[in-house]
């Protein structure tokens, strides 16, 4: 599974940005006025993937300790009494998390770009209409939403790679490990 480009994540949000921004303009004045809560949702989905990205690390390096020192001759329990038993995590939970962190990635974009083409409309508008002072502050609002959604897809994607030590580490025949 090859990584997200950034490159294919700024084309859809230019792309989409330059088709907000025609849909817009061509049609504002029958638009329903846009409500500051519309891009919350992309924010709570931001929150869930960073927490899920940050457990994820966190695991996966108690994890990776423990069969290092397993390597080493000794338990977890005999080198630290202390620490707290690892529960491993599946292979296919990481999996799955990858290919969900790739297409928020991809989502969080496109409403990036969707979000800046209609700040791109709004935003110059501000003096001349009424609505667009309100609009303006949702656009900016869906624009920073959206941006932490796709960070924190790209940031839950990369907790998800291989690291290149445990790579080189493989023997053939072991089958694919997250």
Known sequence: MRPVSRRDLVIVAAGLALAAWLLVRATYG????????LPVPLAVLAVAEALGARTLRARLAAQRAARR??????????????????RPVEPMLVARLAVLAQASAFVGAA??????????????????????GSDT?????????????AAAALWLESMCRVPPEERDERRPGDGVRA
């Open 30 to 37: 029958s638009l329903p006025p846009l409500r500051w809560w």
């Open 69 to 86: 020192s397993a390597r080493g001759g000794e338990t977890a329990r005999t080198a630290d009494p202390a620490a707290p038993l690892v």
């Open 111 to 132: 409403f990036v770009g969707i979000w800046a083409g209609v700040l791109l409309h709004v935003g110059p508008a501000v003096s001349r209409l009424q609505a667009a």
């Open 137 to 149: 502050v949702t656009a900016v609002v869906g624009v920073l939403c959206s941006a932490a959604l």
